[in-house]
C-alpha cells in the first residue's frame, strides 16, 4: 500500500523526514518497505502484517505516528447541510442475515452533477494507486484509502420503484454482472446487495453494472456497511475478484466507523458535486458492538519483556495509542478498553505487545539469566517420552493435522448435539478442509488408515500423541494432549509365527502393557455405547472412578464413509489423566518373602455379564491376599446354552507374614465363588 506522506501531514504533525518517519514505523512493528517519489511527494511502500489491516486506513497510520511522536491526530470536521427531507421516504434496509452483515448504513444525495474531481483529490488516489473516476466514486475511494472504510455509490435512480436494500445470501446457480463487465454465477453463501427485485452489488466485492454511477446520475445512494470477513474472503477467492474493498472487509474494519465514513463522504460530495444531503441516516445496526475491556497485569508486563516500567509509564504508553485505561487502588490489574478500529487486541498478552512497539525492541534488556542452569526433560515430558517408546515398539508414529473439515464429524456418526462438535473455528482458514480445530484424534487416524489402504499399504497399525482443542471460558481453547492408536489387518510377526487378527483384544492387551509400563494401575474396561464405534464392541477406560479413554472397533457406517472395507479397532486416551494415575516407580521391589499359591476357577455367567464386573468382584472378594486376576480362557456353544457363557480364571495369592496354607486358600476361594454367585448369578462349572 502507497502512503503519500503529504497526505498523512494532514492528520498529524511531524517533523521527521520520510526516511526518518520510515525507520520509526519499521522499529514499531509498522514495517516501510521503501519509500518512492512521486511529482515532489515521498509516498511510503507499506509491508503490513495480517492483523494490522486498520492501517490500510491514513488516519489509523496517523495514530500509529501520534503515539510515536505524541502529538494529537486532528481528524476532519464534518459539517453537512441537511434539507427539510426525511431519509425514511427515501429508502429503507433490511438485512437478513445479520451474521454475514453485521451493520448497513445508508445517505441519499440529491442534484449532484458527475463531473471530473479536483486536482488534489486526483493525484492523492493517483499516487495511492488508484485511477480516478468521476467526483463521487473518487469520493468513496478517498474515503477507502482515509478511514479504511469501503463505500459504494449507487444511483439511486436505477434502483426498483419500491425503494428498499434488502442485504441477502445470493441463491445457489444466480447470475450477477459486475462492473468490470463479467457475468458471474454465485451461490449460497455469498452475499447480495439488492432492491428488493434484483441483485445490485456484491457485497464487500464490488457493485454491480445495472446501479453504477454514469453521467446522467443526479441522485446517488450511499452504502457504508461491514461484511463478514470470513464470507468475504471466501466470495473473493471463489470467484477470483480481489478488490481494494474486499481486501479491508477481510481482514476487519471498525465497525463503529461506518457512520464517520458516511458523513464524511457525504460532506465531500456535497462540496465537490453540489448535492443536496436528504437529512438522516438509515441505520441497521441489529447487534451494536461494543469496545473490549482487557485486563492487564503490569508485574505480566515486565515479567515477559524483561523490564522494570511502572504503572505510570505502562498507562502512558496505551493512553497515547487513544485506549481507556482505569487503574485499580491497589494497581495491581489496569483495566483497558479497546477502540473498536483495533480488532487484532483481544487478550491481555496483545496489550503487552503494544508496550513493548512503543518502549522499543532496541529498549528491552538483554541480559542472559543469572546463574547457571541446567537443562533436562520435567517429569511429564519424561511422561511422554515414555509412552512414545512403548507405542514405537508395536507401531508407526504419525502426526495428523491439527486443523480438520467440519464435515468429519458427520462422517464419525457424532450426534448433533455431541460437545466435540463445539469445535474452534479457524477465522481465515486456508481451505474448508481446514476450518475448525479437532477436538478428537479419531478423524484424522481414520483418514491415515484410509490413505494407507488405498495405496495397498496392508496391516496399517498407527499411534499419535497429539493436542486437541477445546473451546474455553476465555479467548483461547484448552489444549488436551491425547494419545491416539488405529490397527487393522492382521499382524506380521516373523515367518514362523502365524499371523493373527489385529482386532480388539490385540489393542486391548496393547494397552494393558503401556498401563503396566508406566505403572497405571487400578484400571478397568466397562462395555459402552460410543458414537462412532461399535455398540457391541467398545470399553470406557477408568482409573478408579474417572474416565480415562475410549477403546472400541470402529462402527462399520463410518468405516464406510471413510471407504475402509477392513475393520478398524481404535482408541484414545487423555495423558494428562495416565500421569496423574501412575505411580511413582521404586527403585527396587521386593518379589516377596514367601511363596505365591495360584488357583484357577471356571465359573459359568450370563452371556451379558461384563468380564470387570467379574474381575472386580473377584478383587473384592480376594482382598487382601488376592495379588493378581487374569482371564485366560472364554468359551461359548458346545453343550452351554446359548444364554450362558464360561469364564475362566487364574489367580494369585500371597502374604507377606508366612506361607499360605491350602485351608487359607480354600476359604479365600470359597470367599470369591460366593460372591461371584450373590453378583453376577454365575455357577460352577
Known amino acids: 500500500m502507497g502512503v503519500p506522506t503529504s497526505w498523512l501531514k494532514k492528520y498529524i504533525d511531524f517533523s521527521w523526514s520520510a526516511e526518518e518517519l520510515a525507520d520509526a514505523l519499521t522499529m514499531a512493528g509498522i514495517a516501510v518497505e521503501g519509500i518512492e517519489e512521486v511529482e515532489g511527494d515521498k ?16 488516519i489509523n497510520l496517523a495514530r500509529e505516528v501520534a503515539a510515536l511522536t505524541g502529538n494529537p491526530v486532528h481528524l476532519p470536521e464534518i459539517r453537512i447541510q441537511e434539507n427539510s427531507e426525511d431519509i425514511s421516504s427515501y429508502i429503507k ?16 444525495i440529491k442534484n449532484v452533477k458527475i463531473g471530473p474531481s479536483p486536482e488534489w ?44 436494500i434488502v442485504v441477502r445470501r445470493a441463491y445457489n446457480g444466480e447470475k450477477f454482472t459486475t462492473l468490470d463487465d463479467v457475468e458471474r454465477v454465485l451461490e449460497d453463501p455469498m452475499l447480495l446487495i439488492t432492491d428488493g427485485e434484483k441483485p445490485v452489488a456484491l457485497a464487500g466485492v464490488m457493485g454491480g453494472q445495472n446501479t453504477e454511477i454514469n453521467d446522467n446520475t ?57 448535492g443536496e444531503v436528504v ?34 509509564e505502562i498507562t502512558g504508553y496505551l493512553k497515547r495509542l487513544s485506549f481507556e485505561v482505569e487503574t485499580n487502588p491497589d494497581e495491581d490489574v489496569l483495566s483497558v478498553t479497546v477502540p473498536t478500529y483495533r480488532p487484532d487486541l483481544q487478550i491481555e498478552v496483545d496489550l503487552i505487545e503494544e508496550i513493548a512497539r512503543l518502549h522499543g525492541y532496541n529498549a528491552i534488556p538483554t541480559e542472559l539469566p543469572a546463574g547457571a542452569s541446567v537443562g533436562g526433560l520435567t517429569p ?63 478423524p484424522g487416524l481414520l483418514m491415515t488408515v484410509s490413505r494407507n489402504l488405498a495405496r495397498r499399504n496392508q496391516n496399517p497399525a498407527i499411534f499419535e500423541m497429539g493436542a486437541v482443542f477445546i473451546p474455553g471460558e476465555g479467548k483461547l481453547p484448552r489444549e488436551v494432549l491425547k494419545l491416539g492408536a488405529a490397527v487393522a489387518g492382521r499382524s506380521d510377526m516373523s515367518w514362523r509365527v502365524p499371523s493373527s487378527e489385529l482386532d480388539f483384544y490385540y489393542l486391548k492387551g496393547m494397552v494393558e502393557d503401556l498401563f503396566r509400563q508406566i505403572r497405571v494401575k487400578d484400571v478397568r474396561f466397562e462395555a459402552a455405547v460410543v458414537p462412532g464405534f461399535h455398540p457391541g464392541r467398545t470399553a470406557v477406560i477408568k482409573c478408579g472412578e474417572e474416565e480415562v479413554g475410549i477403546i472400541g472397533e470402529v462402527h462399520p457406517q463410518v468405516l464406510d464413509n471413510f471407504e475402509i472395507k477392513d475393520r478398524v479397532v481404535l482408541t484414545e486416551l ?17 518379589i516377596g518373602r514367601f511363596p505365591a499359591v495360584e488357583r484357577d476357577l471356571a465359573v459359568l455367567l ?80
Open 606 to 685: 450370563p452371556v451379558d455379564a461384563a468380564a470387570a464386573e467379574a474381575i472386580n468382584a473377584i478383587r473384592e472378594a480376594g482382598a487382601p491376599l488376592l495379588r493378581d486376576v487374569q482371564i485366560f480362557d472364554l468359551f461359548t456353544g458346545g453343550q452351554l446354552p446359548k444364554e450362558v457363557k464360561s469364564l475362566a480364571f487364574r489367580m494369585t495369592f500371597r502374604s507377606d507374614e508366612g506361607t499360605l496354607t491350602d485351608s487359607q486358600v480354600k476359604d479365600i476361594m470359597d470367599n470369591i465363588v460366593k460372591a461371584l454367585e450373590q453378583k453376577l448369578g454365575a455357577k460352577l462349572r
Open 43 to 58: 509516498v511510503l511502500e507499506l509491508d503490513l502484517t495480517p492483523n494490522r489491516g486498520d492501517c490500510l486506513g491514513i
Open 574 to 590: 487423555e495423558v494428562e489423566k495416565l500421569y496423574r494415575h501412575a505411580v511413582p516407580k521404586a527403585m527396587t521391589e521386593s
Open 93 to 108: 434496509v433490511e438485512i437478513e442475515d445479520p451474521d454475514l452483515c453485521r451493520r448497513y448504513a445508508a445517505r441519499v
Open 218 to 274: 443526479t441522485t446517488v445512494l450511499l452504502e457504508s456497511a461491514y461484511f463478514d470477513p470470513i464470507n468475504t474472503r471466501r466470495t473473493s477467492q471463489k470467484l477470483a475478484l480481489r478488490t481494494d474493498a474486499s481486501m479491508r472487509f477481510e481482514k476487519g474494519i471498525d465497525i463503529n466507523g461506518v457512520i464517520f465514513a458516511i458523513n464524511r463522504a457525504a460532506q465531500l460530495i456535497q462540496e465537490l458535486a453540489g
Open 121 to 164: 483529490m486526483q493525484k492523492a488516489l493517483l499516487h495511492s494507486g488508484i485511477r480516478p473516476i468521476n467526483n463521487v466514486v473518487d469520493v468513496t475511494n478517498y474515503i477507502m484509502l482515509e478511514a479504511n472504510q469501503p463505500l459504494h455509490a449507487f444511483d439511486y435512480d436505477l434502483l426498483s420503484q419500491n425503494k428498499r
Open 380 to 442: 511429564y515430558q519424561q511422561f511422554q517420552a515414555c509412552i512414545r517408546n512403548i507405542m514405537g515398539a508395536h507401531l508407526r508414529e504419525v502426526i495428523t493435522y491439527s486443523f480438520i473439515n467440519r464435515d468429519l464429524f458427520d462422517r464419525i456418526m457424532l450426534p448433533p448435539d455431541d460437545w466435540h462438535r463445539n469445535a474452534v473455528v479457524i477465522a481465515n482458514p486456508l481451505s474448508e478442509e481446514q476450518g475448525v480445530m479437532r477436538t478428537l484424534l479419531m
Open 279 to 312: 437529512a438522516g441516516i438509515c441505520d441497521a445496526y441489529p447487534r451494536p458492538q461494543a469496545p473490549v475491556t482487557i485486563q492487564l497485569r503490569p508485574q505480566r508486563v515486565n515479567q515477559l519483556l524483561g523490564t522494570q516500567l511502572s504503572v505510570e
